[in-house]
């Protein structure tokens, strides 16, 4: 139950990312501005997390 949370979690912060950086939001409050830095937070975190776990693959393969 908790990984579907968090692969949710981790999806709608893709998105939500994605949308921003796509479309922008001129006209951001404080808030707004706080939870997409959030959001660009958890999204930053997985792809790094990703990019991380297909190298460490490609090397233990080479092996």
């Known amino acids: 139950m908790k990984k579907n949370i968090f692969t949710i979690i981790k ?3 893709a998105i939500y990312s994605l949308g921003y950086i ?3 939001y ?3 409050t ?3 501005r706080a939870i997409t830095g959030f959001m660009m ?3 930053s975190v997985n792809v790094l997390i990703y ?3 297909s190298i460490e693959n490609k090397l233990k ?3």
Do not use: H, R, S
Request: glycine share 4%.
């Open 11 to 13: 999806w709608i912060a």
């Open 22 to 24: 796509v479309f922008g």
């Open 26 to 28: 001129p006209n951001d």
């Open 30 to 32: 404080y808030l707004m």
């Open 41 to 43: 937070t958890i999204f």
């Open 51 to 53: 990019l991380f776990k």
């Open 61 to 63: 393969n080479k092996n």
